[in-house]
């Protein structure tokens, strides 16, 4: 019967641990979708600066994953610029939206202007995400954790 008792217990605590990393999960996806909007605003801005390939080529030869991967090529296919990701916020979808419009638009010298600009916002929102998915997907573990520890606690 202790035995039972244990491996319930296990399980319950295992299952709350790991619904606490599933909740978490939307914080890290919001990390990864900005780090790679950051990695290909640079890689653009080189790309800019010096070979100026087509935009198809030039998304081509890089690897996305995720959700900006979807993203991107959903643009490329279609033109549109409309980000419906829900773990952004209406800001961070509108701010995507203007930086996909403003994609393959004008000369060079103008978009390494506003490329050149929004560097420094990708970069801290980059920066933004990590701490909170760091922060917040911690939390989540050990509160997903503590909650199961609670059960157990109320079972027992």
């Known amino acids: 019967m202790l035995l039972i ?3 319930v217990c296990a399980a ?8 606490g990393y599933l909740a978490a999960g939307r914080f890290r ?11 290909f605003n640079e890689r653009y801005l080189n790309e800019l600066g010096y070979a100026r390939r087509p935009l198809r080529q030039f998304v081509a030869a890089y690897v996305y994953a995720g959700d900006f991967n979807k993203y991107l090529q959903r643009f490329l296919s279609d ?7 829900r773990y952004l916020t209406s800001e961070e979808r509108a701010a995507c939206k203007d930086y996909f419009a403003m994609l393959g638009r004008g000369d060079a010298h103008a ?13 801290e929102k980059s920066a933004v995400c990590t701490r909170e998915a ?6 989540y573990c050990k509160l997903g954790l503590l909650a ?3 059960i157990v606690i109320l079972i027992v």
Do not use: N
């Open 134 to 139: 760091k922060a917040r997907g911690e939390l």
């Open 5 to 7: 008792k244990g491996m």
């Open 29 to 39: 996806a919001r990390k990864k979708f900005f780090e790679q909007l950051h990695a």
């Open 148 to 150: 199961g520890f609670a």
């Open 79 to 85: 033109r549109t610029a409309d980000c419906t990701f």
């Open 12 to 19: 319950i605590v295992c299952f709350c641990a790991a619904m």
């Open 111 to 123: 978009q390494s202007g506003y490329f050149g600009a929004r560097r420094v916002v990708l970069e």
